[in-house]
């Protein structure tokens, strides 16, 4: 059996609408996002590890960023459909880039939502998507099945 247009487009309409009223439950609306991005981002850029790494992979294209960020992150809260990038392939190759740092950023994205979360239930589920998502950019980035190898393991 298919799905025909209508009901893929109602199916993916009852995901947004579910969403949007997830995200209101929390106190979060579209407003947020804009606030959330540009209040971390400008943190990131002042931040003595992580702002040149930022800086030397986005020099002059810091706006377009931005609004990519402001896509993926709205996708992420409201499943709008609107970020349509590959996270892993953006973030490999870049200089200077290691696993340490993925801390570093979720101790600017905590801070960040300490500030600006419009409540508590809106920080906890910001914090614990962005953790998911480093987890996922670490392991896709950095791990190396043969170090779980039993046999290369010390005695």
């Given at each position: 059996m298919t799905e025909t247009t209508?009901?893929?487009q109602?199916?993916?309409?009852?995901?947004?609408?579910k969403a949007a009223a997830d995200m209101a439950a929390i106190g979060v609306g579209a407003g947020f996002i804009p606030l959330l991005v540009d209040t971390f981002?400008?943190?990131?850029?002042?931040h003595a590890e992580l702002g040149p790494i930022f800086d030397a992979r986005l020099d002059g294209r810091w706006p377009e960023h931005l609004?990519?960020?402001q896509r993926f992150w709205s996708a992420v809260?409201?499943?709008d459909g609107g970020y349509g990038g590959k996270p892993v392939m953006a973030h490999q190759g870049v200089a200077g880039l290691n696993p340490p740092l993925f801390?570093?950023?979720?101790?600017?994205?905590?801070?960040?939502l300490d500030d600006i979360a419009p409540t508590p239930e809106a920080k906890e589920w910001f914090m614990a998507t962005a953790e998911r998502i480093a987890k996922s950019l670490v392991l896709s980035l950095f791990y190396n099945p043969a170090d779980d190898d039993p046999a290369r393991r010390p005695a």
């Open positions: 209508p009901d893929r109602t199916h993916f309409a009852a995901i947004r609408a981002y400008g943190r990131v850029r002042q609004e990519k960020m809260a409201f499943k801390e570093a950023w979720l101790g600017l994205f905590a801070a960040t």
